[in-house]
T-cell receptor
């Protein structure tokens, strides 16, 4: 049974560019959450999607947006990248509260 | 707001030593509590959890007890192994089943042979 799959694994972007990260949830999971983990820090909640709607949002600017598709997969989009957006982006899927994390996408902004 | 505070690391131990990593949480509502482990270059793996006061979560020799009176969820292991070297995160889940996870800052554990 495949767990949570994220792509790409690594990504290098230039300041001001836009990026899209992708997440396929664990089979049977209908909720997807995104977290940002800066180097040496704990993950910070960005937002959560359920039934193709954003259900909760953390303290992140509007440059961070997302989408959930009918098959429950999800995308995280970040516009106008800043150096400070460099981090590991983790996707977690869940069904009734049991969270499974992917291995993450390492984004480097130069 | 909700928060989780972990003891500052890094923690360095010899193999077979006793491990304690302290974690305290804000007492708002009735959170579920978790310990996650992150190995180098990987995502987070759930290590153990507890959903109500006095519950004890356990897995792979690790244990943690949900203490409401001290708002704590300390991680313990009686005899650590080199393979336990990783970063450990304490986390709380808000009052709803779909709530967000709030993480501590993480504690780096290094175990030497």
């Amino acid at each position: 049974d495949a767990g949570v799959t994220q792509s790409p694994t690594h990504l290098i972007k230039t300041r001001g560019q836009q990026v899209t990260l992708r997440c396929s949830p664990k089979s049977g999971h209908d909720t997807v959450s995104w977290y940002q983990q800066a180097l040496g820090q704990g993950p910070q909640f960005i937002f959560q999607y359920y039934e193709e709607e954003e259900r909760q949002r953390g303290n992140f600017p509007d440059r961070f947006s997302g989408h959930q598709f009918p098959n429950y997969s999800s995308e995280l989009n970040v516009n106008a990248l800043l150096l400070g957006d460099s981090a590991l982006y983790l996707c977690a899927s869940s069904l009734t509260g049991g969270y499974t994390f992917g291995s993450g996408t390492r984004l480097t902004v130069v | 707001g909700n928060s989780v505070t972990q003891m500052e690391g890094p923690v360095t131990l010899s193999e077979e030593a006793f491990l304690t990593i302290n974690c305290t949480y804000t007492a708002t509502g009735y959170p579920s509590l978790f310990w996650y482990v992150q190995y180098p270059g990987e995502g987070l793996q759930l290590l153990l959890k507890a959903t109500k006061a006095d519950d004890k979560g356990s897995n792979k020799g690790f244990e943690a007890t949900y203490r409401k009176e001290t708002t704590s969820f300390h991680l313990e292991k009686g005899s650590v192994q080199v393979s336990d070297s990783a970063v450990y995160f304490c986390a709380r889940l808000g009052g709803t089943s779909y709530g967000k996870l709030t993480f501590g800052q993480g504690t780096i554990l290094t175990v030497h042979p």
